[in-house]
C-alpha cells in the first residue's frame, strides 16, 4: 500500500478483489509480524466472500502456515505450485498478459498457452 492515502480506502483483500473471479492461491506464516495472524484470518475471509460473489470460491486458495514467518520457504511453494498446476487453463483464459504486436517492440511473446506444469524450487 504504497500509494499515499490509499490504505484510508483500501486494503490488501480489497486489491487482491479486484481480481476476481480468477484463479489466485494467498499463503502466510503465522509467525510473520508484518501480517499478524489476526489480522491475515480477516482478509482471508474478505477475500472467500468475494469470490464466493463471483461464484468462483473453487478458484481461491488460502493458507496460513503457523511455524512460518515473513518467507517464502520450499514448504510453501507447494500452495502455489500445486495451485497453478491444477487451474493453469483458467489462469490462461483470465492472463492479465495479451499479446501486443511484436513488429513494433522487436521483442518475442510469451505463449501462455503451452504452460501444462510448474517445476517446484527446493
Not at 31 to 39: G, R, S
Request: hydrophobic share 35%.
Amino acid at each position: 500500500m504504497l500509494h499515499p492515502g490509499l490504505s484510508k480506502l483500501l486494503d490488501f483483500p480489497d486489491i487482491a478483489g479486484i481480481t476476481a473471479p480468477r484463479p489466485i492461491a494467498v499463503s502466510n506464516g503465522g509467525k510473520n509480524k508484518l501480517f499478524p495472524h489476526q489480522a491475515v484470518k480477516h482478509a482471508y475471509q474478505k477475500l472467500h466472500q468475494i469470490w464466493k460473489s463471483q461464484h468462483a470460491d473453487n478458484r481461491l486458495k488460502t493458507k496460513i502456515r503457523p511455524k512460518l514467518g515473513h518467507i517464502f520457504y520450499a514448504e510453501q511453494q507447494t500452495l502455489p505450485c500445486g495451485f497453478i498446476e491444477q487451474n493453469s487453463t483458467a489462469i490462461r483464459q483470465h492472463a492479465l498478459v495479451r499479446p501486443m504486436d511484436t513488429s513494433t517492440t522487436g521483442y518475442p511473446l510469451r505463449d501462455l498457452s503451452k504452460i501444462n506444469s510448474v517445476t517446484q524450487v527446493k
